[in-house]
C-alpha cells in the first residue's frame, strides 16, 4: 500500500500497490502493521457497506462524538464518490478545513478518516457502493453532523442533490 499524507493532518489516500500477472492482480487493502507504522487506528471492529441507487445521492457530514469517536477506512468497490471531510479537532492547525478526493472502484483509492472529522459524500454514479472500516462500534447515542451545505465550511458538491435523507437536512448549523 501506498500512504499519501493530505494537508489535514492525519488523513491519508491510501492506494493500492497490485502484484500483477496473466490472472490479473493481488493487492493488500490493510494492513495493521502498516496503518502503525504510519501513526493510524489500525483497529477495526465494524465493517459496513453504503449501497446507492442515484448519482447525486449525498449522505454526510456526519461525526461520532466523545467518547465514542471512530477513525474509518473508506472506499468506493463500485461506481465513484466525491468524498470529504472535514476536521473538527479544535486544537489541530487545520480544523475546520476540508478536504474533497474522489474514490472509485475504477481507481481503488481509499481514504483514511481519522477520529474528531466529519465525513460525507456524494455519489458520481449510480449503483455506487461503498465499504467502511470502523474503528468502533456503531453508537447512536454519540452521532453528530452538520447540514452539507453550512457555510461554516463552503464545501463545493460537483452534482446537483438528488437524493438526502430528512436526517441529513434536519442538522443544525456547525456553529
Same mark, same amino acid.
Given at each position: 500500500?501506498?500512504?499519501?499524507?493530505?494537508?489535514?493532518?492525519?488523513?491519508?489516500?491510501?492506494?493500492?500497490?497490485?502484484?500483477?500477472?496473466?490472472?490479473?492482480?493481488?493487492?493488500?487493502?490493510?494492513?495493521?502493521?502498516?496503518?502503525?507504522?504510519?501513526?493510524?487506528?489500525?483497529?477495526?471492529?465494524?465493517?459496513?457497506?453504503?449501497?446507492?441507487?442515484?448519482?447525486?445521492?449525498?449522505?454526510?457530514?456526519?461525526?461520532?462524538?466523545?467518547?465514542?469517536?471512530?477513525?474509518?477506512?473508506?472506499?468506493?468497490?463500485?461506481?465513484?464518490?466525491?468524498?470529504?471531510?472535514?476536521?473538527?479537532?479544535?486544537?489541530?492547525?487545520?480544523?475546520?478545513?476540508? !478536504?474533497?478526493?474522489?474514490?472509485?472502484? @475504477?481507481?481503488?483509492?481509499?481514504? $483514511?478518516?481519522?477520529?474528531?472529522? +466529519?465525513? *460525507? /459524500?456524494?455519489? !458520481?454514479?449510480?449503483?455506487?457502493?461503498? @465499504?467502511?472500516?470502523?474503528?468502533? $462500534?456503531?453508537?447512536?447515542?454519540? +452521532?453528530? *453532523? /452538520?447540514?452539507?451545505?453550512?457555510?461554516?465550511?463552503?464545501?463545493?458538491?460537483?452534482?446537483?442533490?438528488?437524493?438526502?435523507?430528512?436526517?441529513?437536512?434536519?442538522?443544525?448549523?456547525?456553529?
Amino acid at each position: 500500500m501506498k500512504f499519501t499524507e493530505t494537508p489535514l493532518q492525519g488523513a491519508f489516500i491510501i492506494d493500492l500497490e497490485p502484484n500483477r500477472d496473466e490472472r490479473g492482480f493481488f493487492a493488500r487493502t490493510f494492513c495493521a502493521r502498516e496503518f502503525a507504522q504510519h501513526g493510524l487506528e489500525s483497529a477495526v471492529v465494524q465493517c459496513n457497506l453504503s449501497a446507492n441507487l442515484k448519482a447525486g445521492t449525498l449522505r454526510g457530514m456526519h461525526f461520532q462524538q466523545p467518547p465514542v469517536s471512530e477513525a474509518k477506512l473508506v472506499r468506493c468497490v463500485r461506481g465513484a464518490i466525491h468524498d470529504v471531510v472535514v476536521d473538527l479537532r479544535p486544537q489541530s492547525d487545520t480544523y475546520r478545513r476540508h !478536504l474533497a478526493v474522489e474514490l472509485s472502484a @475504477e481507481n481503488r483509492r481509499a481514504l $483514511f478518516v481519522p477520529s474528531l472529522f +466529519a465525513h *460525507g /459524500f456524494q455519489t !458520481l454514479t449510480d449503483d455506487a457502493e461503498i @465499504e467502511y472500516q470502523m474503528s468502533e $462500534f456503531h453508537a447512536p447515542d454519540g +452521532a453528530g *453532523g /452538520f447540514r452539507y451545505d453550512d457555510p461554516a465550511f463552503a464545501i463545493c458538491w460537483p452534482l446537483p442533490i438528488s437524493v438526502i435523507s430528512p436526517q441529513d437536512l434536519a442538522w443544525p448549523p456547525f456553529s
